[in-house]
């Protein structure tokens, strides 16, 4: 979906490297969420923000942290990245609490 | 705890022939399920959603779900499946109180064979 960006939507990095990823929404949606996804386990919520001001930790939030810039904008960070971070993360938003509308995707390796 | 179990890793239907793509949930309160489907290296698509109302629900590609309160399922399936349908499937559930808070299953893979 062309209304939620993600950048960059490859990247290679090292153990113990600080990283972050970007995600940039034009639907005007005020809930925006992280997610990574790991074959076999679906997705799992990293973190989400119901407005500006409000942020919540989610199912796995450990060694992750997140910065809502603005509506349009929510970054997902990785202080010091380990190899089982290794995953494929998604952006996604919503208008209220129903329907959520996903990122193409950032595929992460960590070495 | 709020679950949900996709049981088959795989299926693997004939081009044609309808499809089934199973989905069973667990919440305390009332369920909002939704189907989304990611084709290789794309991001989820919604395909559709049961919040309240009729227990057929109809979505995107001819694809619908029945909901089973009694049997606490949400399955999904269409009557003629393509090739072009081939991709992983995700169901997910949240409830009235919970909202915003997507719990996925852990994707099925169908593949539909020419």
């Known amino acids: 979906d062309a209304d939620v960006t993600q950048t960059p939507r490859n990247r290679i990095t090292k153990t113990g490297k600080r990283i972050m990823l970007e995600c940039s929404q034009t639907?005007?949606?005020?809930?925006m969420y992280w997610y990574r996804q790991d074959p076999g386990l679906g997705l799992r919520l990293i973190y989400y923000?119901?407005?500006?001001?409000?942020?919540n930790k989610g199912e796995i939030s450990d060694g992750y942290s997140v910065s809502r810039q603005a509506q349009a904008k929510f970054s997902l960070s990785l202080e010091s990245a380990i190899p089982n971070q290794t995953a494929l993360y998604f952006c996604?938003?919503?208008?209220?609490?129903?329907?959520?509308?996903f990122g193409p995707g950032t595929r992460l390796l960590v070495l | 705890a709020q679950s949900v179990a996709q049981p088959e890793d795989q299926v693997n239907v004939a081009e044609g022939n309808p499809l089934t793509v199973k989905c069973t949930y667990s919440?305390?309160?009332?369920?909002?399920l939704f189907w989304y489907v990611q084709y290789p290296n794309r991001g989820l698509q919604f395909l559709l959603k049961?919040?309240?109302?009729?227990?057929l629900v109809k979505g995107s590609y001819g694809f619908e779900a029945e909901f089973n309160k009694s049997q606490t399922s949400f399955h999904l399936k269409k009557p003629s499946a393509l090739v072009s349908d081939s991709a992983l499937y995700f169901c997910?559930?949240?409830?009235?109180?919970?909202?915003?808070?997507?719990?996925f299953g852990q994707g099925t893979t169908l593949q539909v064979k020419p």
């Open positions: 996604a938003t919503s208008p209220g609490g129903e329907t959520q509308y």
């Open positions: 639907k005007g949606h005020d809930r």
């Open positions: 923000s119901f407005d500006v001001k409000d942020i």
């Open positions: 919440v305390s309160g009332n369920p909002y």
């Open positions: 049961y919040i309240t109302g009729d227990n």
């Open positions: 997910a559930v949240t409830t009235s109180g919970n909202t915003g808070k997507l719990i």
